[in-house]
């Protein structure tokens, strides 16, 4: 419920947009595809779970980025959810000249799956998948992967949250009543 001060819009640009959906809290991964001289690995926020039978996980990536066609040319990708003290690994792959090949594959832990990708050592939990489908979502492609495989690290460490355009940390509800 909207608060007595806050002002309704008809029309809403893209900036307005952007504002909002920083207000809302999201984990962080990073997506990959490939190993060695071909690993491409780009931080994301944008995953979610769709479906449990079949398990189905989605991304949105830019059509155009170096990610989205690898996907595309291998149909195959690992999701791998950062850990709290992986803020400098979800930083340096959200950066435009982020490293790739044999560097990524270094910087993420020279990790490399059972179905050939790259996983993010240490992670919270890594998902290998296989594409079911793109589809074209604005000025993003949605791809959509089968979980074929699942890695869980401990559950006990704390995950990364990205909030309002920076890294933030969870608190418990008790610790936020005070």
Request: net charge neutral; charged share 20%; proline share 3%.
């Amino acid at each position: 419920m909207l608060d007595k001060g806050a002002v309704a819009r008809s029309a809403v640009d893209s900036r307005e947009f952007r504002q909002a959906m920083g207000r809302f809290p999201t984990g962080v991964a990073v997506v990959a595809s490939g190993a060695g001289g071909s690993t491409e690995a780009l931080t994301v926020n944008s995953v979610t779970s769709v479906s449990l039978a079949p398990l189905l996980m989605s991304v949105c990536l830019r059509p155009e980025g170096r990610v989205s066609r690898r996907i595309a040319q291998r149909q195959e990708f690992t999701l791998s959810f950062l850990a709290a003290d992986q803020r400098q690994v979800s930083a340096l792959f959200a950066s435009r000249d982020r490293p790739v090949g044999i560097q990524a594959q270094r910087q993420l832990g020279d990790l490399v799956g059972p179905r050939g990708s790259v996983l993010v050592q240490g992670a919270l939990a890594s998902m290998e998948c296989v594409v079911e489908t793109f589809s074209e979502g604005g000025d993003h492609v949605i791809v959509l992967g089968r979980v074929e495989a699942l890695h869980l690290g401990d559950a006990d460490r704390e995950p990364l949250v990205f909030h309002r355009g920076d890294y933030t940390r969870l608190a418990s509800y008790a610790d936020a009543q005070g």
